[in-house]
């Protein structure tokens, strides 16, 4: 099954089952996530300076505007549940990023392209004394005549972004959870040896 190791590091890192990822979640839509410099997918450790540029969102394989693909909208969203730190996530989830009414046929080598930024890409800055953050990269589908605005996700002041009750959000707006991808960041400083035991 394609989906075996994707599933095996999200069990690992202990996201699946989570507030936003059920245990019977099963993916249809194979997810990528790749910076100018860095593509850490299943959990790979990206640097602060690796991800300070947004990332392209990719889909495989690429849709086709015959496929089915091209008559669903997406909205995605990339959520950090371990602010400000995992010892002490008193503001997970994060909200990073949130794009929606993507249509994938429209941009196949970069979905969001052809979507509606929610919240503007604010790029990981975990401390260097910091335990490693996951980050979460998940794409739903959205229910028939789905409308969102702005503010009906948040404002997009650093401060905003905090607290975000991702799961609460995504049941009142009828998402579906079709996809996903993770990575752990890290300060440009961090070592293996300087992080904390717990």
Known sequence: MPFTALL????????????????????????????PSSSPNHGHLARVSE????PTISIFPPPSPLS???????TFLMIDPDA???????????????????????SPGNIVE??????KY???????????????????????????QKGD?????????????VEEWVERMGLVLVGVQWMRGVGDGWTEEGKSEL
């Open 8 to 35: 095996d590091s999200l069990r690992n890192a202990s996201l699946l089952p989570s507030a936003v990822i059920p245990s019977t979640f099963t993916p249809t839509i194979h997810l990528t996530v790749n910076f």
């Open 51 to 54: 991800v300070k540029d947004q």
């Open 68 to 74: 089915t693909l091209a008559f669903q909208s997406y």
């Open 84 to 106: 400000p730190t995992p010892a002490d996530p008193k503001f997970g989830y994060w909200r990073h990023w949130v794009v929606s009414s993507i249509h994938p046929s429209l």
């Open 114 to 119: 052809s979507g509606r930024t929610l919240t």
């Open 122 to 148: 604010l790029a990981p800055g975990p401390k260097d004394e910091s335990d490693p953050h996951r980050y979460l990269f998940l794409l739903f589908r959205e229910p028939e005549g789905f409308e969102v």
């Open 153 to 165: 996700v948040g404002g997009e002041e650093f401060v905003e972004r905090r607290s975000f009750k």
